[in-house]
């Protein structure tokens, strides 16, 4: 429907729809949470007329299933409710899971980074210096080589780091050098890494749902074809 729009729009309209899922969540959370509010503040009435007439007080009659079917929605929230205590173990579970994940990532980097090595070349450094002017970016931007990587990568927010491949360094001409470390330093002025921190919390809260994911990964794609996009506008081929 939106391809003929920029990657960055349909990036933003992304953005969007994964916004409206989590506060469609938190809205049923609070739901949910008013509903046992109210179950608790009945339940020692509740058990008192129980334990006094031996019946259960809300179900006074059976109910034929034959003549009235159970809606299917109505059946599958009675098995959640039913189940719940082994679902929310389960969901505790892999959210551990997904969590030790995360830091074992970012640990992965952080260890790159120590082991990689600042860029000192004089030509190097002015041209990163050009970028930086012509795409406005004032703060301070930590460019590391590192021959453990293929492609570039950048990290971080308030302290951000890019880290270029040795090989690429050395290897490739100055006008796709000046486009690779563009490309990068867009994804800076974006403030995509807060975008990564987001969407990382969102697969460990809910790593359950498939929705989560490919809107993840679509989100992903476009935030490369954005950044593209942006080079090309610049003059970068």
């Known amino acids: 429907l939106l391809r003929t729009y920029s990657a960055q729009l349909r990036h933003q309209v992304i953005l969007f729809m994964l916004g409206g899922m989590v506060l469609a969540s938190a809205y049923t959370l609070l739901l949910e949470w008013r509903y046992f509010t109210q179950v608790q503040q009945f339940a020692p009435s509740f058990l008192s007329d129980f334990s006094s007439n031996g019946t259960n007080p809300i179900y006074t009659h059976s109910i ?5 079917p159970v809606p299917f929605l109505q059946r599958c929230k009675w098995w ?11 969901w505790v579970l892999g959210t551990a899971f997904f969590s030790l994940r995360f830091a074992w990532n970012y640990l ?15 030509q190097v450094l002015q041209l ?13 931007i930590r460019f590391y080589s590192s021959s453990n990587l293929s492609s570039p990568l950048t990290f971080g927010h308030f302290l951000p780091v890019i ?20 490309h990068e330093m867009i994804h800076i002025r974006r403030a ?4 990564n921190l987001l ?8 790593f359950y749902h498939p929705l989560i994911w490919v809107l993840s990964r679509r989100i992903q794609e476009l935030r490369e074809e954005a950044c593209d996009e942006a080079v090309l506008r610049s003059g970068c081929h």
């Open 192 to 195: 995509d890494f807060l975008v």
């Open 163 to 182: 880290i270029l491949p040795a090989a690429l360094l050395c290897q490739t001409s100055p006008a796709l050098l000046e486009a690779l470390i563009r």
């Open 64 to 68: 034929d299933q034959s003549q009235t």
């Open 108 to 122: 992965a980097l952080t260890s790159l980074r120590r082991k990689s090595s600042l860029i000192l070349d004089p």
């Open 199 to 206: 969407l990382a919390l969102l697969q460990i809260l809910f």
């Open 80 to 90: 959640i409710e039913s189940h719940l205590y082994w679902l929310v173990g389960v």
């Open 128 to 140: 990163i210096q050009q970028i930086k002017t012509s795409l406005g970016l004032r703060q301070k």
